[in-house]
């Protein structure tokens, strides 16, 4: 389903009678007079290109991303179609938004950067896809109708590393940068540990980050999107191209994990190269860990069961399927039950102390600043988008099928939270202001701590300690409704 398809699927093809009935726009090809139709969700948004007020006699680019995910193996699962048109119905003016071309965080000035960044290994790799068939076109259509020249630096992605090469490049400028993140969560983690010195000399001067959802969880994307997902309803990369081009920029919250000497950030890369690919087998890559003092982050920190499955799944064999690795690794586990010995502090807001758990054994800890994990499974019921709170879950070893239901009530909107057994286990969910927690685990195996998808790996004795911090590097763009919504 590329975007350059043969008609009727051509970008830019003429359409004339458009018409909304019944959540669905129908048009005829002006060129043969076949017939087209897609849902009022797929529309993005229309495009204005003539400055005449009047849409009788301006001419329109009705702007539909039509998706088909459900084959992972599918070489064109994207369709992007740019409809160009004489006659809008008033009823899509007044559901879908009339745009001008290409907004300023967009346009390619002298006072303003355009950066893109494709991570290729994100998700199931679908990302460098959407990047010829949908983002490159759409962007190009949306600047026709703009003075600004259209043009970006574009960062494919080579390595694991290849993001973090990139955050080291932005240094303290006068400019506003966008930096369009085709990527998951792991590139906003990257992000924020690959810059080096100071960003900026100014608020106005912060680089904006623009989300496109292509990765496994998309854990920050769906918590700032979460008010506005729906299904049925637009999909999320729809929301995601909305909020492109729409979207207004508010400071992204962070929180800084420390971590005891002698702690490693956990990676595999190609015995032969620095880029490890999907084709190469598990037991063919490498460790190439690197030493760790902190680390930053804008979603979750964990230890326990959550930080288990996301190292065990991080392979490229279960990479393959999407979230449903998650799902495949923790029923393993699961199975085995692991008691995780550690020590758990945590610093109320207000408080000066920390306090101990009574617990010296622990099935599931996890320090979150963000609602949503994935998109239908709710960590953090209580947290709304931007607020810079952090919020902690947690319980004991409670067994195989206990965990299983609190994983289904965070399924069901977060019900989890107020899940308590009849042996007076319970799950804890409280906000906190820190974390603390040391592991006393022999086997490596279980000594594993994750950061917004970062696996650091600590001895024997160690641990990882959790704070919101009140740096901001960098913005975010969100929908207007989930500004207001904070």
């Known amino acids: ?10 970008p830019g093809s003429h359409a004339d009678h458009v018409q909304l009935q019944d959540g669905s726009i129908t048009w005829t090809y002006s060129s043969d007079k076949t017939a087209g139709q897609a849902t009022v969700d797929q529309v993005l948004f229309t495009i204005e290109s003539s400055s005449s007020p009047s849409i009788k006699s301006g001419k329109y680019t009705i702007c539909c991303l039509k998706e088909d995910l459900e084959n992972p193996s ?51 790799g679908r990302a460098e896809r959407f990047w010829q068939d949908v983002l490159h076109p759409l962007l190009r259509a949306a600047s026709s109708n703009t003075t600004a020249d259209y ?50 000399t100014g608020p106005a001067a912060l680089p904006l980050i623009a989300l496109l959802p292509l990765g496994t969880g998309n854990a920050l994307f769906h918590s700032l999107h979460k008010t506005l997902e729906s299904t049925p309803g637009p999909t999320s990369l729809v929301l995601g191209l909305r909020t492109l081009f729409l979207g207004v920029a508010a400071n992204l919250p962070v929180f800084k994990a420390s971590f005891t000497p002698g702690s490693q950030v956990v990676s595999y890369a190609s015995p032969d190269t620095a880029a490890a690919t999907t084709q190469e087998d598990v037991t063919a890559l490498q460790r190439q ?92 019921p209580d947290t709304r988008p931007l607020d810079g709170k952090l919020h902690l879950v947690q319980f004991g070893p409670v067994g195989g099928k206990k965990v299983m239901q609190a ?70 763009l969100v929908d207007k409704r989930a500004r207001g919504y904070n």
């Open 1 to 10: 389903m590329a975007s350059g398809a043969s008609h009727p699927n051509v």
């Open 74 to 124: 599918h070489p064109h699962p994207f369709e992007l179609l740019l409809l160009t048109t004489n006659h809008l119905p008033e009823s899509l003016r007044q559901q879908r938004p009339l745009i001008p071309g290409l907004p300023p965080h967009l346009q390619s000035t002298p006072e303003n950067a355009v950066d893109v960044i494709v991570s290729t290994k994100s998700g199931v």
């Open 151 to 200: 043009s970006c630096n574009l960062t494919v992605t080579q390595h694991a590393r290849s993001v973090q090469g990139y955050a080291k490049t932005l240094g303290a400028s006068d400019i506003s940068r966008t930096i369009i993140l085709v990527s998951g969560d792991g590139g906003v983690v990257d992000l924020l540990n690959g810059r080096g010195a100071p960003l900026s």
């Open 289 to 380: 860990d690197r030493a760790v003092p902190s680390l930053y982050g804008a979603i979750v920190a964990s230890y326990a069961l959550h930080a288990s499955i996301v190292y065990e799944s991080d392979t490229p064999e279960y990479r393959v399927h999407g979230s449903a690795r998650f799902g495949m690794v923790a029923e393993q586990l699961l199975q085995g039950s692991h008691r995780y010995k550690a020590t758990l502090d945590a610093k109320r807001p207000g408080c000066a102390a920390f306090e101990r758990d009574p617990r010296d054994t622990h099935g599931y800890v996890l320090v979150s600043m963000v609602s949503n994990l994935e998109k239908t499974f709710t960590i953090s």
């Open 407 to 476: 994983m289904m009530a965070a399924y069901d909107g977060g019900k989890h939270t107020a899940l308590e057994w009849e042996d007076g286990e319970r799950v804890r969910y409280e906000e906190v202001s820190a974390v603390r927690v040391v592991t006393e685990e022999d086997d490596a195996r279980w000594r594993k701590f994750c950061v917004d998808g970062t696996i650091v790996d600590v001895p024997r004795g160690g641990g990882m300690s959790v704070e919101a911090v009140d740096e901001t590097v960098f913005r975010v």
